[in-house]
Structure formats: structure tokens, C-alpha cells
């Protein structure tokens, strides 16, 4: 008899090599299975609703594992907190998962932030932690581009060469964009993404702002459903899972 | 003839010795002093509103300079900056002081804020950042405390002995206590501050939040003007310098 436990994950991605193991560097599924075999002596398999590149940050990534062992959900997270010390991984929530729940194939929507620092200034706290652009951006035009890649699209432009999804079609929900200050927010929803999906469309809502690109090209970018149309892809710094959603939940 | 320059500065405190030049480790003094060095030629001092201790950060710090060499203070600025990376510093704005302007002796209101994340998972992104606190806070008795220390008061049980200043007595404009989620938030705002008093505060404060203290135990301890009736002392991690301001600035 196993219980699955479903977590919910913070991690500073700056020091691994992403989410999923990996034979050359550690990696946040690496890390938090240690902790498991550490505290229960069992060998899990930790599944997420969203798999992160390196440099990616997790606010509450969620995941789930078989375990065998008895163990209250609260002492489990407690437990696995200090065997993780001092990567910086936090178990922020813990509990027994309902019966039939998937960290990834129950999620029916996930949410990013992407954080741009507007200034010339080098960033000092956020190193690593957000993407600096010295040249002032506009940022109402980057809010007109993102608003044609809402709905459903051949995201094709916006996908990597290495992406596994059986369709480049997705719908996006949300792509927003807000300034407060030098710093720029792109919040995007949807039920799944195409991998490098966010980071390829900050890169040419960056370019927008900058003026590089106009809106149209942004229209015709998406249009080619063509990798080669791609602008520029924005570096793993600034990206950050916020949020995954499950039927039921609040 | 030299010309006076307004910097104001952020910084990451966890790498430094605190502000001012010291034998035994970096400073962000020194840094700036030998970027300002790299960059005119000139062994220039630097002057700032409010020195802060090892470990504590800098939101926007204040300081000039004195210098020969003419330059205009954007370039003089851009260059600095290329001058302290990979340093945790940035000039993020810089001026020709009005005459006479020193941003110590000019200063009439400084503001700290000082982090709490008072949950039981360990930080990740805050480490060194914040002063995390498992037990559960109650702010509400925390805000009344803080309440009490507001005003004219001799604040001698809140000061470190190696204190400097010529008298314990210090008018406190605002010290208040603000929670959203697992976040508190203390604002403290005065003229001028005694060595260690903000974190001397906010050390008592967590007290009163934990339920070691009530508030009476505050109001005791601010009245025996004792430093050895000092509760606690928080960590400098959760401490920023926010502002400094002066007489006809917005």
C-alpha cells in the first residue's frame, strides 16, 4: 500500500541543471528524490506539473510521489525541509493527493511570470533571479503583440526544436503585460505550454518594446509557424512557474 | 575645483563587511572608493546618509563624492557600474549635488524596512534576505507594541553599546507593522536612528508576535532605558535601507 502525496514546491533555480534529472549536474527532481530516499528509504519517482529548464524558478510548482512508508503529511514536509538544506528548495505545502490525481496529467492550467528589470543599472538582489534590458521599453506596444498571440494558434515560431508535444496548437489564455516602475511582468496561462514557449514570446515582446519589431512583425512571426521566424528567445533568468490548477481545487 | 556627485545606491549586503572601509573584509565603501579610483584617478571618500552593518542591504543609499576629474554624472555613473561588477552594487541614480549638499549632515529622514517570512519552510530566493520565523507571529499585537515606541523616548535599551551617538534619545516618526500572507513587513522611519535600534525593535517585536512577550513587557522595556532589558536582537538579513531624505526633494 503506497499514498501519494502531492507537494508543492519553491525552488531558486539558478543552481541546477532544471527540473528532470540529469546525468551531468543537479537538478530540483534530483534533489527532492534524495530527500525522499533519505527520509523514508524508498526509491520514488517524483512527477511535476511542468518541467522547467535550467535557470527556471518554481513559486509553487506541484508534484507528486508513491510512498510507502506511514508518515503524517506535515512530518513529511518537515523532514524532507531539512534533508534538503541548503539547496534552495522548499517543500511550501504537503499533503495525501485525492485518489487518481497526477501532478502533471490531472493539471488543467499552469501560470508563468516572466520578470524583466527595465534600467541601465545592473541588477544586484536579482541576478539570475529576472532579465535586465538596458534600452527603454515600450511597453504598450509589447502589450499590443501579446495580445495577438492570445487564443487558439500553430505556435510553432514559439516552440523548440526539441519540443516532445504531439501538436505545435495550443491555446493560450492569458499573455499580459505590466509595468510598475523599471520592472516589466509577462504573466501567461494556459492549460499546457510548448517547451521554450514563454521564454520564445517574451523574447519577441522584448523586441517589440525596444522597437526592433513592430507589432505586425509579431502577427507575421506567428503566422510563418515557422522556428526560423523566431526573434529571440529570452534566457531562463526572468521565468518563474507560478501556478497549477486541478479540477476541484479552490 | 571638484565637482560634488549624488549617488544613490542599491546593494546586496550579504557579501560585505557592512558599509564603511574595514581591515579585515570587503565593504561597499571601499568598493565604490575603488571604482571611483578605476575609473578618475582620484582617492576620493565617500560619504553616505546612514552606515549600515554586515549583512544588512541597501535599497536606495545616498552618498557623495568629491571629484577633480570632469565628467558628466551619467557617464560617470555607466562607468562605475561597469567598474563594480560582478559586486552586488549599483549606482542607480547619480547627480551634481546643490551646493553645499552632504549626504550625511543634509539628511533629515531616514527609512528602514525590516523582512520577516514567518513560515516554517525553509527560504530559498530570500536566503540572507529575509529572517524567517517558524512559530506563527500574531502581527496585531506586534503593530500595538510597535505603537508604544513611536515618539520622543529615550531608546537606550534598543541601542548597541558601541553606539556613537551623543545622546539616547531619538524621535520615532513611524514604526509600523504590516503582514500580507506569510510576510511582515516592519516600516521604521526618523531623523536618525542609535546603532542597532531598528534591529533592537524588531527583535522585541518578534517576541510580542511569539507570545514570549506582551506588550506591557515592551512598554517596560522601552521605560527602564536598560540595554541589558533587551529582548533580542533580530538578524541584520531582514534589514534594508530604503530612504534618505532631504530638504526640498519631492
Known amino acids: 500500500m503506497t499514498t501519494r502525496f502531492a ?31 533519505a527520509v523514508t528509504g524508498e526509491t520514488a519517482v517524483l512527477h511535476c506539473a511542468g518541467r522547467t529548464d ?18 503524517a503529511p506535515f512530518r513529511l514536509m518537515e523532514a524532507l525541509n531539512a534533508r534538503l538544506r541548503p539547496a534552495p528548495i522548499a517543500i511550501i ?9 497526477h501532478a502533471r496529467f490531472s493539471c488543467i492550467r499552469r501560470s508563468y511570470v516572466y520578470r524583466i528589470v527595465n534600467r541601465r543599472a545592473p541588477l544586484t538582489f536579482e541576478k539570475g533571479l529576472a532579465w535586465q534590458i538596458p534600452q527603454v521599453l515600450d511597453h504598450e506596444a509589447m502589450a499590443r503583440a501579446a495580445a495577438l498571440l492570445v487564443g487558439k494558434h500553430d505556435f510553432t515560431t514559439f516552440r523548440s526544436t526539441q519540443c516532445q508535444s504531439d501538436s505545435p496548437v495550443k491555446t493560450l489564455d492569458r499573455l499580459e503585460v505590466i509595468r510598475k516602475g523599471e ?61 497549477a490548477e486541478y479540477p476541484g481545487e479552490g
Open 93 to 101: 505545502a504537503c499533503e495525501e493527493a485525492p485518489e487518481g490525481w
Open 183 to 243: 520592472r516589466i511582468d509577462v504573466h501567461a496561462q494556459a492549460r499546457s505550454f510548448l517547451h521554450h514557449q514563454v521564454r520564445s514570446m517574451v523574447g519577441c515582446l522584448a523586441l517589440v518594446g525596444m522597437g526592433t519589431w513592430d507589432v505586425k512583425d509579431m502577427a507575421e512571426a506567428l503566422k510563418a509557424a515557422d522556428r526560423s521566424r523566431l526573434g529571440l528567445n529570452a534566457p531562463p533568468d526572468g521565468l518563474y512557474f507560478v501556478r
Open 54 to 71: 535550467a535557470g527556471v524558478h518554481g513559486l509553487a510548482m506541484r508534484a507528486h510521489a508513491d510512498i510507502e512508508k506511514t508518515i
Open 7 to 37: 507537494f508543492t514546491v519553491e525552488f531558486d533555480g539558478r543552481p541546477f541543471m532544471g527540473w528532470q534529472r540529469q546525468a551531468h549536474g543537479p537538478t530540483v527532481q534530483q534533489s527532492i528524490e534524495e530527500a525522499i530516499h
